[in-house]
């Protein structure tokens, strides 16, 4: 058993997710580095050594699945991947408004669950082009049973693809890194209660009465017990407007925009 | 951890991986020609083709970690081996031979090619002619002075009148990134055969495969009929 957690954190990845983002994470940055200095013409002058440069490529490259494939083995990450995989309707609205990362009494106004839907389509995007440059780079490294046209086609695609995975790890970077919260929830797993229930308030209510519930102290807040009555009232209501899934205090669950 | 979310709302994540891996494969089949396209689209935008994908220009290519410069005043290329007047030429000796031009492309055993490059320089059969070839030479072997990189071609591929020790690219010096002073220029092969930064031809009694030859590309690498490839020859 973990020892008990300290009041006012919550258990947001094991120890075997963080590895399989820290070693992915790792991969990818390589095959990154080692692209660019394969392929702009000013970075490849400076450095030279092409057929270095290219083998700790395509290793990396090919080695860049398997953290993931290893990870399918924890019961976390598998749940995790299925968060990521669903998109609920707070999903759709977090894409679609403005105020998305608004908060009203220290909670997000949007019922957002573990993962809000920029990250969904920043973990489909990364898995779909570690799929696509998978296979594109074996046809460029193993070019012997395909036609040149598959090659050429092979080579548009792989370095096209290069600058869109480039824009998107910046962009993950670039909102990981302004947010210290978040990048303590990946460098040790934990995170502030306070910032799960800004960003994550959905998550945080079911991470909070999850703690509660193995018999640990309760130090519950009324917005907590407020939470539960509220996600029975609506589950059996069902309505449309709801999220399903999502617990969330009352003013979460009407449609957004008329909260 | 107990379920937050239920495993309720549309598999989007799925959907985004799927569509892309249509969108990868769609691009792979239609590739070769979208390609082409946008090389001449975006060719004379100029020094985009340093960050764009082949857009219209060349690829840097470095075995070495680094290459030292040399200065057209001082450079030599030098003609040994096989040979009745082993020579080195400078490049005001290389002016005063004929000078050839060729419109040809360059064309990367990759697959990237660009079109239309005027190289200007010596034919090489005029510069095997000035120092004599043995009787019983068979091969030439290239040297660059990057100090790795080496080339070959037998005799009768050197002495094709469209091959060059190239001193002009497109209207100017070659530059130092594109193999300069001197580079040699095998216009009906792939660029891996045009070697870089040429300081040394040595004629030999047999054909020493080159660098890129001793990791697995052809000896013989004709556009069109090499390493699998069955591009136009340019």
Request: proline share 7%; hydrophobic share 40%.
């Amino acid at each position: 058993m973990r020892p008990p957690e300290p009041p006012g954190r919550l258990v947001r990845f094991t120890r075997a997710e963080r590895s399989i983002h820290h070693a992915t994470a790792l991969l990818m940055l390589v095959c990154l580095l080692t692209a660019a200095l394969l392929y702009l013409p000013p970075l490849s002058a400076l450095v030279g050594r092409r057929e270095m440069v290219k083998t700790v490529h395509v290793w990396c490259g090919f080695a860049l699945p398997v953290p993931i494939v290893l990870g399918l083995l924890s019961r976390a990450f598998r749940a995790d991947l299925r968060r990521l995989n669903r998109f609920v309707p707070a999903d759709w609205q977090w894409l679609r408004r403005g105020d998305r990362r608004a908060v009203r009494d220290g909670r997000g106004i949007l019922p957002v669950g573990k993962f809000n839907a920029g990250q969904k389509l920043n973990a489909a995007f990364m898995a779909g082009a570690i799929l696509v440059m998978l296979g594109t780079g074996e046809i460029m490294t193993f070019p012997g049973p395909w036609g040149d046209r598959w090659r050429t086609g092979s080579t548009f695609v792989h370095d096209w693809l290069f600058l869109a995975v480039l824009a998107v790890t910046a962009g993950h970077l670039w909102e990981a890194l302004r947010d210290r919260e978040a990048l303590t929830g990946m460098l040790t797993g934990r995170v502030d209660s306070g910032w799960a229930a800004r960003h994550h308030a959905s998550w945080a209510d079911a991470a909070r009465g999850s703690a509660n519930a193995g018999g640990r102290p309760a130090v519950r807040e009324a917005n907590a017990q407020l939470d539960e009555a509220g996600a029975g009232a609506g589950e059996a209501a069902a309505g449309p407007p709801g999220t399903p899934g999502e617990r969330g205090p009352e003013f979460a669950k009407r449609p957004p925009g008329t909260s | 951890m107990s379920e937050d979310e239920r495993p309720e709302g549309s598999p989007v994540g799925r959907r985004v991986v799927l569509g892309m891996l249509g969108l990868g494969v769609a691009g792979v089949a239609v590739g070769a020609s979208v390609q082409d396209r946008v090389s001449r689209t975006l060719a004379p935008v100029g020094p985009i083709g340093d960050v764009l994908p082949a857009a219209g220009g060349f690829r840097y290519y470095s075995v070495t970690s680094g290459v030292k410069r040399h200065s057209p005043a001082t450079h030599r290329v030098t003609v040994s081996g096989l040979v009745d007047k082993p020579q080195s030429f400078g490049m005001a000796d290389l002016a005063h031979f004929p000078q050839t031009v060729l419109d040809r492309d360059f064309q990367c055993v990759t697959g990237w090619r660009v079109p239309d490059v005027r190289w200007v320089g010596v034919a090489l059969p005029d510069l095997l002619d000035a120092v004599g070839v043995s009787a019983r030479a068979r091969a030439v072997r290239f040297t660059s002075f990057d100090g790795l990189y080496t080339e070959s071609l037998t005799l009768e591929q050197a002495r094709r009148r469209d091959v060059l020790v190239a001193t002009q690219m497109d209207g100017k010096p070659v530059t130092h990134d594109h193999g300069g002073p001197t580079r040699l220029y095998v216009a009906p092969m792939y660029g891996y055969k045009s070697l870089k930064w040429l300081g040394g031809i040595e004629l030999t009694d047999r054909v020493r495969p080159g660098y890129w030859e001793g990791l697995g590309y052809d000896v013989d690498a004709w556009v069109g009929r090499s390493n699998g490839r069955g591009d136009a020859p340019t």
